[in-house]
């Protein structure tokens, strides 16, 4: 089994940045991608970025530019950073991995979920 953990979450001023990171760790041959989603309340969970193999980076129309998404291989650990939040920006977000493990069996594991909460 592989386990996520993030961290980093809480209040941040509206306009601020706030910066997340996931650790991953348990039975971890090779790691496709790392990925942050969030749920707002009363909304489903969107996706807010990823990086995959080879850095390949991507993120969602709705966080527009904002963020930033880089990751440890060594130490299986990926970071969000977002600037400029907004009252919309308040959700729990959820770090997202695809890989495969030590038997050659692919896994998908989610974390508990961080709450950020913007404030005006």
């Known amino acids: 089994q592989v386990q996520l953990v993030e961290s980093g979450g809480g209040l941040v001023q509206f306009g601020g940045s706030l910066r997340l990171s996931c650790v991953a760790s348990?039975?971890?041959?090779?790691?496709?991608?790392m990925a942050w989603y969030r749920q707002a309340p009363g909304k489903q969970r969107e996706f807010v970025a990823r990086?995959?193999?080879?850095?390949?980076?991507d993120d969602s129309d709705s966080v527009n530019g904002r963020a930033f998404i880089f990751r440890d291989r060594v130490k299986n650990t990926v970071v969000l950073e977002m600037d400029n939040l907004k009252a919309e920006d308040t959700a729990v977000y959820y770090c997202?991995?695809?890989?495969?493990?030590?038997?050659?069996?692919?896994?998908?594991?989610w974390g508990q979920g961080t709450q950020v909460t913007v404030s005006s």
């Open positions: 997202n991995t695809h890989g495969s493990d030590l038997l050659g069996a692919e896994f998908r594991s």
């Open positions: 348990g039975s971890i041959f090779n790691i496709y991608s």
């Open positions: 990086i995959s193999t080879g850095a390949k980076t």
